[in-house]
């Protein structure tokens, strides 16, 4: 498959997803097309699928939804790193600057660490020092290139007026596919391209359901589950004691009515708790 994203014609097929934003970011560890789908929906976020490999994709959106997905992905299914970078060209002027104003681009790096950032990095046109400043030797240390920190570093120090002219120097050092560095800037996406739109209220519910559903069950799960029904006998038991020593020391009439339906209704969930775990194994 190439991956040349530049030259791959826009989408063309069906109606057209949402213009992609000028700020935007893409996903460098290709996951399956059903992980991201999922990421998305559960995270509530926008995004678009691009086609990498197979069945797997690169996830570009905005800076937001594209690192909420490494986080999500980074706890499951894409290994315990996930690498997320961003462009921000600053094409569009806000209310407080003036018509003239120079655009002032940034980029970034965003390393997610089993459901978390674990560090991130801001260049920005102008080296001002309020940047996000990442930590070289971290970076090395969760992508399993100790070697790189040097080169980490240096690049990190560095100043350019072009910030995303670096991004290219950062993949070389963590090897990284470079090829996904286009489509930061690329007026089109290629073909083949999926929008997932974003969900919230019931369905973004039933999205998180669906992937509590994926997700396997431990080993221990079953064991544990089989044995529920030990609680609701020992709680049975316990009543069935007060019930006896009410009876036995001529407790009050009450105590002892009271202790004993507790313990009737506390063998009755018992006895339906472990029914049930039995038809489940077997269905199983």
Not at 60 to 68: M, S
Not at 112 to 127: E, K, L, P
């Amino acid at each position: 498959m190439s991956h040349d994203f530049r030259e791959q014609p826009l989408l063309a097929d069906g109606q057209e997803p949402p213009p992609v934003p000028s700020r935007r970011a893409v996903l460098l560890t290709p996951v399956g097309r059903p992980a991201a789908t999922s990421a998305l929906r559960l995270t509530g976020q926008p995004g678009w699928l691009v086609p990498w490999a197979d069945d797997q994709v690169l996830v570009l959106g905005d800076v937001p939804a594209t690192v909420a997905v490494a986080l999500v992905v980074s706890d499951s299914t894409a290994g315990p790193v996930a690498t997320v970078v961003w462009v921000d060209p600053d094409d569009e002027l806000t209310d407080d600057e003036p018509d003239d104003a120079a655009p002032e681009p940034a980029a970034g790096v965003v390393l997610a660490h089993r459901g978390s950032v674990a560090t991130a990095h801001a260049w920005t046109a102008d080296g001002e020092s309020d940047a996000d400043v990442g930590d070289a030797h971290l970076v090395a240390e969760l992508t399993g290139r100790p070697g790189a920190e040097v080169g980490l570093r240096a690049l990190m120090r560095r100043r350019s007026t072009e910030p995303a002219s670096l991004l290219p120097e950062l993949t070389a050092l963590l090897e990284l596919p470079a090829a996904p560095l286009a489509l930061l800037t690329a007026p089109e996406l290629p073909a083949g391209t999926d929008h997932v739109a974003a969900v919230t209220g019931l369905r973004r519910a039933g999205a998180f359901r669906a992937v509590l559903a994926d997700v396997p069950e431990p080993g221990w799960a079953g064991s544990a589950r089989r044995w529920q029904f030990l609680l609701p006998a020992t709680i049975a038991g316990y009543f069935a004691v007060r019930a006896t020593t009410a009876g036995v020391t001529d407790g009050p009439v009450e105590d002892i009515w009271g202790y004993g339906t507790l313990s009737v209704v506390s063998t009755c969930a018992a006895f339906w708790r472990a029914h049930r775990d039995r038809r489940r194994a077997h269905r199983d």
